[in-house]
């Protein structure tokens, strides 16, 4: 993999607010909002929920007046998720690789909600009518207590982190995650880890939002703990082409793993998906064959479903670090 570019030290913040919000849309062609240079910081504040999950126990579960004049602002709208962005990096062209340190990721709200709703989820034929549950959270104790009883412990991170898709994808919902990463819902992306995503478009114009204070693999329900978070994002540039092996899919890393990423709407393709991208990296990281990296496969990575709500299913590979680079 080329050399990132260098961190700065720059930061850049961006507020939520109607003219910084994508309403479940990704398009080559939205704007970005603002430009930083590779190895910039950004700050991207995210927001979440429609009116039609906003809680009717204002006192309980206040409303920040932001949220509610980005409902009241009318924006276009085609997914149910609020995305913050987009943010371009300077010189970023297709066929190289924007890398995103995850810095930090903080709650910024004292509740959040999960939901079910018709014809959604991973067994929709079981559960025919809408329920919803808002949730109080503690942010000094980093935990959420469940209307039902139990208390869980916070594990924040971002559903959506994504850059713009091929200009020839044309306007998108932001329900299906794909190649330019989008909608993954994956757990293991929390603060310290870093996400590789393919660039597509000049600038790469990166974004964040859907935040989840907690997330079990799988997602079942078709909703996490959802709620606003504010995330730092170191944001590298890799110079590269696009027959570079790693640059189909995204793939990530945290302290302690390798991950892959599948995505398809069979979860079985998807599981393929997953372990071609494992072999993949294998192989471009040592000398073993390919044979040998598919044996190293199953011999020592864990593959596990990330999702199964989102029309595209998810599959992940987690090969831990010091076993081969």
């Known amino acids: 993999m080329p050399p990132p570019t260098s961190p700065t030290g720059r930061l850049h ?39 039609e999950v906003m809680p009717t126990d204002l006192t309980a579960f206040p409303v920040p007046p932001v949220l509610q004049a980005i409902h009241a602002a009318g924006l276009p709208r085609i997914g149910t998720h609020m995305t913050t962005g987009p943010v371009a990096v300077r010189g970023a062209e297709p066929g190289d690789m924007l890398e995103v340190r995850i810095d930090s990721v903080v709650p910024t709200s004292d509740w959040g909600y999960c939901g079910i709703r018709p014809l959604a989820g991973t067994i929709p034929e079981d559960f025919d009518t809408k329920f919803m549950s808002h949730i109080p959270v503690d942010r000094e104790r980093g935990t959420c207590r469940l209307p039902w009883g139990p208390e869980l412990t916070l594990a924040p991170f971002f559903g959506i982190m994504g850059v713009a ?53 799988g ?45 398809n709407e069979d979860l079985d393709q998807a599981m ?5 991208e494992m072999i993949a990296l294998i192989c471009a990281r040592t000398a073993l064959s390919r044979e040998q990296a598919y044996q190293t496969c199953s011999l020592a ?14 599959v992940h590979g987690m090969l831990r670090k010091g076993l081969l680079f």
């Open 13 to 51: 913040r961006l507020a939520a607010t109607p003219a910084s919000i994508q309403l479940g849309i990704f398009d080559a062609r939205i704007p970005p909002v603002i430009e930083i240079e590779p190895g910039d910081t950004v700050e991207l504040e995210c927001l979440s929920g429609g009116p």
């Open 165 to 217: 898709p091929p200009l020839s994808f044309g306007r998108l919902s932001s329900r299906e995650p794909r190649c330019f990463g989008g909608n993954l819902d994956n757990k293991e992306l929390v603060a310290g880890s870093t996400l590789y995503l393919p660039v597509f478009v000049p600038g790469a114009n990166f974004c964040a939002g859907d935040g989840h204070g907690l997330q079990g693999d």
């Open 219 to 263: 997602e079942v329900c078709v909703n996490a703990l959802e709620m606003s978070l504010t995330g730092r994002f170191t944001l590298l540039l890799h110079k590269g082409s696009p027959d570079s092996p790693l640059l189909r899919t995204p793939y990530a890393e945290t302290a302690t793993h390798w991950i892959t990423m599948g995505m």
């Open 272 to 276: 393929k998906g997953a372990l071609r």
């Open 301 to 314: 990575v864990d593959f596990r479903v990330t999702q199964t709500v989102n029309g595209e299913k998810g």
